[in-house]
């Protein structure tokens, strides 16, 4: 038997792997692999426990965010609701006051306008009664009469002129 150098590269590699049988070298590794594999699993579970419970945090996040835009809906027609009444308290508050503010116009026209015609009539009556005197008073012959008719009557038109431009 011829011994060469491929018999001891075999010799030596049946002792290394019995060598690594007695030392429990593929025992060791399967455990470690078997515990890297638990390790994974374990991260796989946790990572879709995780992503569960973020789904479930997006469905309740998306209904509060629904439920908020519902509210503010409420609340944007609940104060158009509002604003209109208020526009409409306005407006008819205004009509109010401006339909007040013209009956006091009115009246004071009506007032004034009084006053006026008792001032025409107060000055027509001084004038038939200066007039009346001045007749009374100079009672002579009919020409002179009517001149003093006719300058009385034209005092009387100059005086209700001036009091009707008053």
Excluded: C, H
């Amino acid at each position: 038997m011829v011994i060469d150098a491929t018999f001891w590269v075999a010799v030596s590699f049946i002792i290394f792997i019995l060598g690594l049988i007695y030392l429990k070298v593929p025992q060791k590794i399967n455990l470690l692999l078997d515990n890297s594999i638990n390790v994974i699993k374990n991260e796989i579970e946790e990572a879709e426990k995780i992503k569960n419970e973020t789904k479930k945090l997006l469905n309740d996040s998306q209904i509060k965010i629904d439920n908020a835009q519902k509210e503010s809906q409420k609340i944007i027609e609940t104060a158009k609701a509002e604003s209109e009444k208020m526009i409409i308290e306005v407006n008819e508050k205004f009509f109010l006051a401006s339909e007040n503010r013209k009956k006091l116009a009115d009246q004071k026209i009506e007032q004034i306008k009084n006053i006026a015609i008792k001032e025409i009539k107060n000055t027509s009556i001084k004038i038939a009664i200066e007039s009346t005197e001045k007749i009374i008073q100079t009672s002579i012959d009919k020409s002179k009469l009517d001149t003093i008719y006719q300058e009385n009557l034209e005092d009387i038109k100059k005086s209700l002129k001036k009091s009707t431009t008053i």
